[in-house]
């Protein structure tokens, strides 16, 4: 299908595209990679009247480190991300997860701010996101805010971000010692997440707990911490039985979803299996 007729604006500034947006509000759409956005349009699901491209905006473009954290630009793609030298020696979790992400083709186009702003409850990033205890940029005309990782994500396709404001940039810390991975359970890989959990853990030399963060996608209508399992866990042993266990809660308190790919039941089992898993998995 052919989207709607919509006025193109292709600001090279951030203070232009805030200007643009704040002019045009809820009728006017922010275009990142793409990848999600212009498919919604295709099938006029989206329907925007202006859409405002951040691509030509270079500032929002990078990967370094700031302060004892790493800043990652909104517009970083998924390939960046899995390429920087940087993330891989000290916050292997967002290369780890960002493998995971659609084809090469998506990977290439698709933008880290873009998933985060999407807020695709099967989106892979959310859970490493929340995983890492990361902060988020907020940009706009009252000026800039800073919101943490576990306020950012409200519900389906929603977040925190006035409809004024534009994600900008994304801090993440610096893993020193801390194992982590990434793992998901999906039709095929390039597939969004039926359940994805990315998990920071800190072992001590005997095997126990001393800190452990647990990102969970797909399972219901937002990317949650499991605070269940992570109280469940530290301080103690990671054998297996007390890992189980401990997984065994991960769905506590949500509403599971049900669609084509998994029932309530089956997406539950999941979640519990791919917990265990990946804890072992970062081990």
């Given amino acids: 299908m052919i989207p709607p007729k919509f006025e193109y604006f292709a600001p090279t500034s951030l203070q232009e595209a805030v200007s643009l947006l704040a002019g045009y509000g809820e009728e ?3 275009l990142a990679g793409g990848q999600s956005l212009l498919a919604l349009m295709k099938l006029r699901l989206a329907s925007p009247k202006y859409l405002i491209d951040l691509g030509r905006i270079g500032d929002l473009n990078y990967i370094r480190e700031e302060g004892g954290r790493i800043a990652i630009g909104a517009l970083t793609t998924y390939s960046q991300i899995k390429r920087s030298h940087l993330l891989q020696s000290k916050c292997a979790l967002l290369p780890q997860t960002a493998t995971w992400v659609g084809d090469v083709q998506i990977r290439n186009r698709g933008t880290l701010g873009g998933s985060l702003a999407h807020a695709d409850p099967a989106g892979d990033m959310p859970a490493a996101i929340l995983a890492l205890d990361a902060e988020l940029k907020a940009v706009g005309p009252q000026g800039q805010r800073w919101i943490q990782a576990e306020e950012f994500f409200l519900t389906t396709f929603t977040t925190a971000l006035a409809p004024d404001e534009i994600l900008t940039e994304i801090r993440v810390p610096v893993l020193n010692g ?16 039926v359940v994805g959990v990315a998990v920071r853990l800190q072992a001590g030399q005997n095997g126990t707990c001393e800190e452990i963060a647990i990102g969970i996608t797909g399972v219901t209508d937002r990317a949650y911490r499991a605070k269940g399992v992570e109280k469940a ?49 970062a081990r």
């Fill in 28 to 30: 006017a759409k922010l």
């Fill in 178 to 193: 801390q194992k982590t991975a990434y793992l998901k359970s999906a039709p095929r890989p390039s597939d969004f997440a």
């Fill in 233 to 281: 866990l530290k301080g103690k042993k990671l054998e297996p039985q007390a890992v189980q266990e401990a997984a065994s809660t991960v769905t506590q308190g949500v509403e599971v979803n049900e669609n084509i790919h998994a029932s309530r039941n089956l997406r539950a089992h999941l979640a519990r299996l791919f917990v265990a898993r990946a804890i072992q998995a």
